[in-house]
T-cell receptor, first 118, second 115 residues
Framework: GAVVSQHPSRVICKSGTSVKIECRSL??????MFWYRQFPKQSLMLMAT?????????EQGVEKDKFLINHASLTLSTLTVTSAHPEDSSFYIC??????????????FGDGTRLSIL | DQQVKQNSPSLSVQEGRISILNCDYT??????FLWYKKYPAEGPTFLIS?????DKNEDGRFTVFLNKSAKHLSLHIVPSQPGDSAVYFC??????????????FGTGTQLKVEL
């Protein structure tokens, strides 16, 4: 089945560091990818929609200058957490939907990135 | 405002018995629902879905029931197996302001299947 690869799975770094997370669709093309964030014991919350070849669309309350998204190809989207601080520590997950599928086709998720800022 | 709610944060069931996971939603315009399963340190995996034109969808040990009038859906797992122990999220399709759609998730229910 469809596979979405997310890398790295775990990052621990100092405050002020910028961290890049990659999301790749391995066996399908994804014109749209999604970035979610999950705090402990809470739901997955959509941060932004990544559109291939155009600017990402951010949800209310998400700082676009803080969370830079680039969707340079049909199989790769990146999320860069700039100048990360401890409050950015969270579980970040990407997902993608096959460009050839219908709007109701399930999204396929990466395995997530656990970001810990010291 | 949480539009998809899973009021039970955890559920414990004996192996072989039925697991029933519940989900409520507030917006009657939602018309497609999905269940995802998530293990620790992994992304959610799609399990089963249901369209609002149906009230039941079955796939092997998994059955999803939809009660539109009550704005309630449930996932039944029978028989439950230890490998089913995971967090289960219900989700619905959410129309994005700029076009297209994504998912909005419930808060999840941790299922533990005991031997």
């Amino acid at each position: 089945g469809a596979v979405v690869s997310q890398h790295p799975s775990r990052v621990i770094c100092k405050s002020g560091t910028s961290v890049k997370i990659e999301c790749r669709s391995l066996d399908f093309q994804a014109t749209t990818m999604f970035w979610y964030r999950q705090f402990p014991k809470q739901s997955l919350m959509l941060m932004a929609t990544s559109n291939e070849g155009s600017k990402a669309t951010y949800e209310q309350g998400v700082e676009k200058d803080k969370f830079l998204i680039n969707h340079a190809s049909l199989t790769l989207s990146t999320l860069t957490v700039t100048s990360a601080h401890p409050e950015d520590s969270s579980f970040y997950i990407c997902s993608a939907r096959d460009a050839g599928g219908s709007g109701n086709q399930p999204q396929h998720f990466g395995d997530g990135t656990r970001l810990s800022i010291l | 405002d949480q539009q998809v709610k899973q009021n039970s944060p955890s559920l414990s069931v004996q192996e072989g018995r039925i697991s029933i996971l519940n989900c409520d939603y507030t917006n009657s315009m939602f018309d497609y629902f999905l269940w995802y399963k998530k293990y620790p340190a992994e992304g959610p995996t799609f399990l089963i879905s249901i369209s609002s034109i149906k009230d039941k969808n079955e796939d092997g040990r998994f059955t999803v029931f939809l009660n539109k009038s009550a704005k309630h859906l449930s996932l039944h797992i029978v028989p439950s197996q230890p490998g089913d122990s995971a967090v289960y999220f219900c989700a619905t399709i959410w129309e994005l302001t700029g076009g297209g759609n994504t998912l909005t998730f419930g808060t999840g229910t941790q299922l533990k299947v005991e031997l």
